[in-house]
């Protein structure tokens, strides 16, 4: 989220970590006004008439403060200028066009680098000693910004407010959710000085959660790499045998869909959702240039990857051994993830897409072939191997079609490889 | 050292040779045949080319794609041009910066089961808006889906959620 307003930061020939100089409260203010203007994204796919991405046509505004009469003043403004970072111009933001935020499957990547465990123990030693090198003012601004909107309680009756006596931690909050969308965990364990009073392990965030957990999540997931790559393959294929079956790829899709869509039904999650990719974002946009905290760290690098090595190593950390697959995979399966769930590629004919130039959609195959590329390499599964059988030898579809229905619990396997990611080396 | 002499060039009244060149020239034609379909692989009634692979979007996909790159600009990522702003002044929808290339919109009110595709007006000298007027959908109905379409009813891109006209 914070990298769209980055973004808004750039077109306005801005620095992108002007973001890091805007008073905390005011990207407080700013996160809930985005919060109510994603009621104005406009419906996507098929289903015309329906809310946008979040499982709910009310959740938004259910949520969101009431709307000022005409001639009142919505209660404190964000008075954010994307021209100036230093003012305040006493208006709420424009929501034209709206934001929308990512997946969560992007806070979930993100995270499994260990940006978030790395950047805790850098911002802990800033605000408690002097191990790390002194801040220029700039830096001191991150500092400051970083602790009021991540490490401390959110203001009451803001958007971003969900921990509370019934769930009191931020961290295991984000671990129940990654949990329940895809029966994924992080690859690092939650760091020893951070976990709460009556931690239990595992069972912290898998408690209680009953059958609500996607745990087939990833076999579709994988299945689908697979057979979109089979497309690519043979994309430009006239006259050979071709396997591709563009109504089994749809068939994926919608499994996927239905599945992710179960875990949102009247718009479960969220809110969660909103606040765990908001913070991601926030360490992925710290280190996707050289902003001032990098350099007052001096961990210039030409990569976000590359930083947070350097970044890790000053406090004695090591981050996930894939980072650069992740950090790099996160907003593009954040965008194919989110067009799933809407519906985009239900039919067959939409599904092509996915693999097929057709003419217009040469991004959407640029980002099918990366997804697949990184996936691979982050993971070490072979997508692009052909599934081989017992019976039939090489098989290009297995026989039974996919269904959303939960299969039972599988052992977690985590996307990061990375033993010892966010423990000290 | 002795030099040599250049290989000769095979001679036109040769028989074995003349015989050769027929089979190039067929061979050549075959390829030429060959290259020609991959290259233009003429779209068909469907989208499809000669060889069964589509060369233009059908309407459906070309929806998708839309969306998909209008989602993508909204997530914020850098290279992605699917969306278009607009406001609603009257019975009228204007659409701010619109791409030259659009000349009709389709707009669907919600819970309206058809959308009104309509063309738009001419352009304004000076100015890159574009706007359309609405016939059918009120004013006092809220606008679910506006695309700006081409004339061939492609979509390419996608407006806001627009409220009932004040």
């Not at chain 1, 907003?331 to 217009?360: C, H, K, N, W």
Request: aromatic share 6%; glycine share 8%; hydrophobic share 40%.
């Amino acid at each position: 989220m914070f990298r769209n307003l980055a973004q808004l930061f750039a077109t306005n020939q801005r620095p992108k970590t002007d973001v890091f100089l805007v008073h905390p409260l005011q990207l407080g203010r700013w996160l809930d006004e985005a919060w109510a203007a994603a009621a104005t994204v406009p419906p996507f796919g098929p289903s015309t008439g329906q809310a946008p991405f979040l499982g709910s046509t009310d959740i938004v505004s259910e949520l969101d403060l009431p709307a000022p009469v005409a001639g009142v003043q919505p209660p404190v403004p964000s008075g954010l200028d994307l021209t100036n970072p230093d003012v305040f111009t006493g208006a709420t933001f424009p929501a034209s066009p709206p934001l929308i935020w990512d997946h969560l499957v992007y806070a979930y990547l993100i995270e499994s680098t260990g940006v978030f465990e790395v950047m805790a123990e850098v911002l802990r030693r800033l605000v408690v000693g002097e191990t790390l090198n002194s801040l220029s003012a700039k830096g001191l601004r991150w500092v400051r910004a970083t602790e009021e909107l991540f490490f401390r309680d959110p203001p009451l009756f803001a958007i971003g407010g969900i921990t509370s006596q019934l769930r009191p931690d931020l961290r295991v909050a984000r671990r129940n959710a990654y949990w329940r969308m895809f029966a994924f965990e992080p690859s690092h364990a939650i760091p020893r000085r951070w976990r709460p009073p009556s931690f239990t392990g595992d069972e912290a965030w898998k408690a209680d959660t009953g059958s609500g957990v996607n745990t087939g999540f990833r076999e579709k997931w994988v299945e689908l790499l697979r057979q979109v790559w089979l497309g690519i393959e043979n994309a430009k294929n006239g006259i050979g045998p071709n396997a591709t079956d563009r109504e089994y790829v749809a068939f994926l899709c919608k499994a996927i869909k239905d599945m992710l869509n179960m875990r949102r039904r009247g718009g479960q999650l969220a809110r969660e959702e909103f606040v765990h990719v908001t913070t991601m974002s926030w360490f992925h946009l710290t280190l996707e240039s050289d902003s001032p905290i990098v350099l007052d760290l001096k961990a210039e690098a030409t990569n976000a990857a590359d930083r947070l090595a350097k970044v890790a190593q000053i406090v004695g950390m090591a981050p996930a051994a894939r980072s650069r697959e992740l950090f790099e995979l996160s907003e593009l399966m954040s965008a194919l993830l989110r067009a799933i769930e809407l519906g985009l590629f239900d039919s067959g004919a939409q599904a092509e897409t996915l693999y097929l130039p057709v003419g217009t959609n040469a991004k959407l195959l640029e980002d099918m072939n990366k997804i697949i590329d990184l996936w691979q390499s982050a993971t070490g599964e072979r997508v692009k191997d052909r599934v081989v059988t017992a019976v039939s030898g090489t098989s290009a579809q297995p026989v039974r079609l996919p269904s959303p229905s939960p299969s039972p619990a599988p052992a977690p396997v985590p996307v990061g490889a990375a033993a010892g990611n966010g423990f000290r080396s | 050292v002795t030099a040599q002499s250049p290989p000769q060039s095979p001679s036109p009244a040769d028989p074995t040779v003349n015989v050769s060149a027929d089979k190039i020239d067929q061979i050549l034609a075959a390829l030429h045949n060959v290259a020609t379909a991959l290259a233009d692989n003429a779209a068909q009634g469907d989208g499809r080319g000669s060889l069964g692979v589509p060369t233009k979007p059908s309407p459906v996909q070309a929806g998708t794609i839309v969306d998909y790159t209008a989602l993508s600009q909204l997530l914020g990522r850098p290279g992605f041009f699917g969306v278009v702003s607009a406001e609603r002044r009257g019975n009228k929808i204007v659409f701010k910066n619109a791409p030259p290339d659009a000349t009709k919109a389709l707009v669907q009110a919600d819970r309206d089961p058809e959308p009104e595709v309509v063309e738009l007006d001419p352009p304004i000298p000076g100015s890159e808006d574009r706007t359309v007027t609405l016939r059918r959908i009120g004013n006092d109905r809220s606008i679910g889906r506006t695309e700006l379409r081409t004339s061939d009813d492609i979509p390419i891109r996608l407006g806001p959620r627009l409220r009932p006209s004040p």
